[in-house]
Structures are given as C-alpha cells and as structure tokens.
C-alpha cells in the first residue's frame, strides 16, 4: 500500500500565467489530478461542467455548504467558488496528489483546515511587468483595469504566507520548479511510511 496522496494549494493573481503552468504540469506528471471546484459563475466559453468547474446555482452551493460537501469557500467578484470535499478526497484516496487552484483566503482556510497541505505562489517577473499585462489583455474599461490591479497588489501581500515561490519569467522554467516542488515532497518520510514500514 502507498501513503495517501498530497494536497498542493496554488495561487496567483491574475495573469501570471497559472493556468498554463497547470495545463503543462497536468501533461507532464500522471500522478496529480485537479480537485474540481465549484462556482456560480457562468462557463466561459469552452469550460466544460465537471472538468473546469462545477457550474452550480447559488442554491445548489448553499445546499453543499449546508451539506459539510465544501471544505472552504469564498465570495470573488459577486459569485461564490469553492473546494468540494469529493474533488478532494477522491484525488488523495486513490493515492494521487490533489492540486487546488484558488485566491489566496481560500489557501489560508485549507492551511487552517489541513496543515500538511503545501502552498505554492506563483509570481510574475515583476510588479511592472504584472501591470501592463493586466492593461493589455483586452477590452477591459479603465474602472476594470484599475480593479484587477488593485486585486492583485493584494493578493501578492499574502505570498510571504506561501511555502513555495515560483516565477513565471519564461514558462519551461516555472512547470520545472512546480515539477520539482511536488518531487521534493514525494519524497518527505512523512509521505512514505508505506515504505519505511516494507523495510520492517
Ligand atoms: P475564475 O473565475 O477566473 O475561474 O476564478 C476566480 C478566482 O477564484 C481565481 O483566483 C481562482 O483561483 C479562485 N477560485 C477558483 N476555485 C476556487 C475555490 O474552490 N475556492 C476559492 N477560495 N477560490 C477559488
């Protein structure tokens, strides 16, 4: 018997380039698996129910918070998001690593909730570079813009909480350091008493 799998959280503020580090890390190692949240926000185009998110209304989310189904939520611009105890559990019963992928509150109530878990950053080359992403991505009003920003300043306040930080300067270089970062705890003995006890 394998130990039971590890639950990664990580977090970044908007563009520095989370989900890609995940789509490439999920490609390159089999042995973690993404713990599906649920939201009330509505699928943006191409996000699959059951694979992006659990798309719920808000009814059906207070009923799985009434129903202990949710480890931890938030309120994030007007919509509710959360971890669902099955996404989590499946994952780390199977024995396979869970990665959560939420802000940086919702981090600090599983930290809270499970002490073991392990907290990665991911960071942007810098404050500037941050910035004009966030001013070049689109369509968005001035008002908008100047949201995000502030989101983010206040979001990176909370990385000094973090165990792990990672910079997404050049894409390779970031899944690498992820990739390394789930090898190292792999290999903690808290997380192989199976085989120190084959050794019995
Ligand atoms: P988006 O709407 O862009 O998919 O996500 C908005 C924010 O909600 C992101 O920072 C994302 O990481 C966060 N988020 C997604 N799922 C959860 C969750 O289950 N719990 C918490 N606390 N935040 C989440």
């Known amino acids: 018997?394998?130990?039971?799998?590890i639950l990664f959280v990580v977090s970044a503020p908007a563009g520095c380039g989370k989900d890609t580090i995940l789509n490439e890390l999920f490609k390159r190692v089999d042995s973690v698996g993404y713990a599906v949240s649920a939201t009330t926000r509505a699928p943006r185009e191409g996000e699959v129910d059951?694979?992006?998110y659990c798309f719920l209304t808000r009814e059906q989310f207070e009923q799985k918070i009434s129903e202990n189904e949710v480890l931890e939520y938030t309120e994030y611009c007007g919509n509710y998001y959360g971890t669902l105890r099955k996404s989590v559990e499946g994952l780390l019963s199977q024995g396979k690593?869970?990665?959560l992928k939420i802000e940086v509150e919702g981090a600090m109530n599983i930290r809270n909730k499970f002490p073991e878990a392990r907290l990665v950053f991911i960071l942007p080359p810098s404050w500037e570079v941050l910035e004009h992403r966030l001013r070049n991505r689109g369509t968005e009003t001035e008002d908008k813009i100047r949201e995000r920003i502030a989101q983010a300043r206040t979001e990176l306040d909370f990385a000094r909480n973090y165990d792990y930080l990672i910079v997404n300067d050049d894409l390779e270089a970031a899944v690498d350091d992820l990739v390394c970062v789930l090898r190292a705890e792999k290999l903690r003995k808290e997380h192989n008493n199976a085989l120190l006890d084959s050794f019995k």
């Open 1 to 5: 018997m394998s130990d039971k799998g």
């Open 50 to 52: 059951g694979v992006h």
């Open 97 to 99: 690593d869970a990665i």
